[in-house]
């Protein structure tokens, strides 16, 4: 039963590419939008929803200048995001994009949309996306008592695990949240007893550690969680091992976005950070949800799990040029 809801739950993740011929006028989502861009399709996501909240006219019409400025001076290039391809098969299918099938979108892939100061100052945008239990994972000891989010690297038995555990521990944490969210364990919002976590962690340490000690690799991580799904779900899922030298910041962040709004954890390996700042050098995290400036994804703010913790900081703080030239992501297509 585990095994078969997890294969169809996982098939309805997978994405169709529908190049559709731009024919909304309306200033709302226009088929073929998904084509473009991951920065612009958050940008016309977030001018949809602006426009389906805008009330006076004046408002709408300075919202479909905006989109129109967009699409003329923007490429089509990227992959689509999993709610710009439903709000595309939306459009064709109705000619038009209604307010409740928005809502149903944003509600489906956990989108949330903030604004300050008017609704026309789009810098003031903020959408919001992350998994269906944003803590990742609330571990708790045997009263009860809530103990880490995720695995904490100092609950591990030596030195040399606590100063290793990063790798292992996030590929735990992504392998524990999909057994708790087909059905394996109970739900993804329950607690989960820390000795179950760490039984499964100690049951996969030293094949994890068999591939490279003392730092993971993208590849090694790749294979290993693979491994590990087949062991605990009976099934090995595809994926995708992005090394960031190749994708720019946007590119990179758009990946994340994706997976999170597919409710699939993403694995990202750093290997430089600045000083002072709550993750150390060749260390793995956890990422659980992004707040997104559509119009500046410099300023957008990563959330994500470590040493037991959630931290949140700024894209451009956390990793700088690091982002696009030294690091990895591994997620779930």
């Not at 099938?101 to 300050?116: E, G, I, N, P, Q």
Request: contains cysteine; charged residues 20%; proline residues 4%.
């Amino acid at each position: 039963m585990c095994r078969r809801r997890l294969i169809n739950l996982i098939l309805l993740n997978r994405r169709w590419n529908n190049p559709i011929k731009l024919t909304d006028p309306s200033g709302r989502w226009a088929s073929g939008d998904s084509q473009y861009s991951y920065e612009t399709q958050l940008q016309l996501l977030a001018l949809t929803i602006a426009y389906d909240r805008a009330v006076l006219d004046t408002t709408k019409d300075i919202i479909r200048e905006k989109e129109k400025s967009i699409r003329a001076s923007s490429a089509k290039k990227d992959t689509p995001l999993p709610i710009s391809e439903r709000l595309d098969n939306l459009t064709k299918y109705y000619g038009k994009l209604f307010s409740s099938d928005l809502k149903t979108a944003l509600d489906m892939y956990r989108v949330t949309f903030t604004f300050s100061g008017s609704i026309t100052n789009f810098t003031s945008y903020r959408l919001h996306v992350g998994l269906s239990n944003e803590n990742l994972l609330n571990i708790v000891d045997g009263s009860g008592n809530h103990v880490s989010y995720g695995g904490n690297q100092m609950d591990l038995g030596s030195n040399y695990q606590i100063n290793t555990g990063c790798g292992p521990i996030s590929v735990i944490n992504i392998v524990y949240y999909y057994y708790m969210r087909f059905g394996c364990g109970t739900t993804t919002s329950d607690p989960v007893k820390r000795d179950d976590y760490y039984d499964m962690f100690y049951r996969h340490f030293d094949k994890i550690f068999g591939y490279s000690t003392p730092i993971l690799t993208a590849t090694a991580y790749e294979n290993i969680i693979r491994e590990v799904f087949k062991e605990e779900l009976g099934y090995k899922p595809a994926i995708t091992n992005t090394s960031t030298h190749s994708k720019s910041a946007r590119q990179a962040l758009g990946m994340v976005i994706g997976s999170l709004m597919s409710d699939n954890p993403v694995a990202l390996q750093n290997w430089y950070t600045p000083e002072n700042n709550p993750v150390t050098p060749y260390h793995w995290v956890t990422i659980t949800s992004v707040d997104i400036n559509p119009f500046d994804f410099t300023n957008s703010i990563v959330n994500f799990a470590s040493w037991g913790s959630i931290y949140s900081g700024n894209r451009g703080y956390i990793w700088s040029n690091a982002w696009v030239n030294k690091a990895s992501i591994v997620f779930l297509t």
